[in-house]
């Protein structure tokens, strides 16, 4: 029997909980294959290797591949390979999601008539940028070319939902395509990711939070404590992974005893030339929970970023050093010149 809209949310909650994440994707998965008249899915890729989403689900969980691949209403679009059919949005029997997990071509608009795919993103009811890479630029794609896919989305008012991550945790992705399909928008933070998915900073469900309360930290890998001063970026980093872990709740980074690299935020993999193991500022934490205190409560905010081997410091000013500084200055994503400079 199929799903009640109430019962495809509750799963979906799952999704962003420490739940069984397998069945949860595979109700909501078949819930959506299931629903009479479901947005179609146009996946855009230009030769990548969908990484975010097919090769886990494939190794992991292959009903679920199947009611991805074969009974969703889905389309997937790689110019790059020779011969296949452009998505043309007069298919669609109403307006299709589409996943850039490759962005469009700078300047391509419907306007120009030169790209199809801008045409159908124009006429989409939402765009989900999916990965790192497309949603701030990175290796495949420049600050600029990301800020054209906005501009695209922007001119057609189509919602635009950033789901990064190196890779995207795949229940995120099947978790907004239920939550769009069954409910609308979901909630997004400044940088247009779901709430439900990057509300709260990996610090908050670590393991080794109580040893970060604590002033404990490991010194060099392989040690207990927390792995903040072996650069891990908990603090600036919103994503699930400390909650709902790694294949199939296997492990994580941090469980791993790897620092958390903040693959989710607009700053990855520089950030502002702390690199991946630079060290965050600390602002001598010692006992009691006044760090996590600061942490929970400013988020993004007030957490300074100071060179490695500077030391830490959690600074109340308003740095904010990875987003909006990259706003101001010319929407730098890789967020080179925006952090705070050594305290
Ligand atoms: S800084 Fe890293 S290791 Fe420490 S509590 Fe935060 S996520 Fe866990
Ligand atoms: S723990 Fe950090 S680096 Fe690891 S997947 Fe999560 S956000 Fe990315």
Redesign the pocket.
Known sequence: MPLTRREVLKWVGVTAAAGPLLPAMERIAHAIAERPGAAPIVWYNAGGDHNNFLAQLGHAFPSLMESAAIRWNLVSYDPLVPGVREPSPDSFSSAPIVILESLPPSGADAADGGEPIATVIGRAKAAIFLGTDACYGGTRWTAAEVESAEALCRRSNVPMIKLPGVPVPPHHLIGTLGYLEFRGIPDLDRFQRPQLYYGET??MR?E??W??ENGEYAESFGDAG???RLG?K??IAHNSC?AQRWNGGENWC?GAGG??TACSEPGYPLHGGLGLYGRLAEGGPGPGSSTLNRIRAIGWGFVALAAAGVGLKLAHEAIDPIGQAAKASGRDRRGSSSVQGPT
């Open positions: 990996v610090c670590c080794r939070r040893q970060l927390c792995l903040l891990c908990g603090p400390a941090v620092p958390c």
